[in-house]
C-alpha cells in the first residue's frame, strides 16, 4: 500500500482566530513620531561617523550597519490536522528510536583498565582471634572437671 500525502486526507477544521483590534488615530500618529525620531538619530549619528573619517590622515567610507537579521517564524500551524498526519508522525518517531538490541555510541568514553603491579603490595591484614566460650558447668560436669581436669 503506498503510503498517503498530505494532500489526499480530509481536513478537520479547527476554529480560527479572532481578528486583531484595529489601531487608533493616536497609536498611529505615536508610531510616525517615535519612527521619525530614530530616522534623525541615524542620520545624526552617520554624519558623526564620516566627519571622524575625514578628520583623519586617511579618509575612510563608512559602511552603513547591517540590521540584525530577524528570527526565522515557523509557518504557521495547518487549520486542520487529520489522522494521516498523525500516523506520519508516529511512523516517523518509530523510525528514528534504535531497536532495543541496536546500541548507538554517539562518542567514546575513557575506559579505566587495570595494569599489572611490578611489585607487591603488602597491606595490613587484620587478625582474626577467636575467644573461647565460657562454658557455665554445673553437676557431674563441674565435679569432673575439678577432680579429674576433663
Known amino acids: 500500500m503506498p503510503e498517503e500525502t498530505l494532500l489526499e486526507v480530509e481536513p478537520i477544521k479547527i ?48 559602511e552603513p550597519v547591517a540590521p540584525k537579521p530577524k528570527a526565522k517564524k515557523l509557518p504557521p500551524a495547518p487549520e486542520y490536522i487529520t489522522k494521516s498526519h498523525l500516523e506520519l508522525f508516529r511512523k516517523e518517531l518509530l523510525s528514528s528510536i534504535p531497536a532495543p538490541g541496536e546500541r548507538i555510541i554517539e562518542k567514546e568514553v575513557d575506559r579505566i583498565v587495570e595494569k599489572p603491579v611490578d611489585r607487591i603490595i603488602e597491606r595490613p591484614v587484620e587478625k582474626v582471634v577467636e575467644r573461647e566460650k565460657i562454658v557455665h558447668l554445673s553437676g557431674n560436669a563441674l565435679l569432673d572437671k575439678i577432680f579429674f581436669g576433663k
Open 15 to 62: 476554529k480560527a482566530k479572532p481578528p486583531k483590534k484595529e489601531r487608533t488615530e493616536k497609536q498611529v500618529e505615536a508610531t510616525k513620531k517615535m519612527l521619525g525620531i530614530l530616522k534623525d538619530r541615524r542620520e545624526s549619528h552617520k554624519k558623526a561617523q564620516e566627519e571622524e573619517a575625514v578628520k583623519g590622515d586617511v579618509p575612510v567610507a563608512v
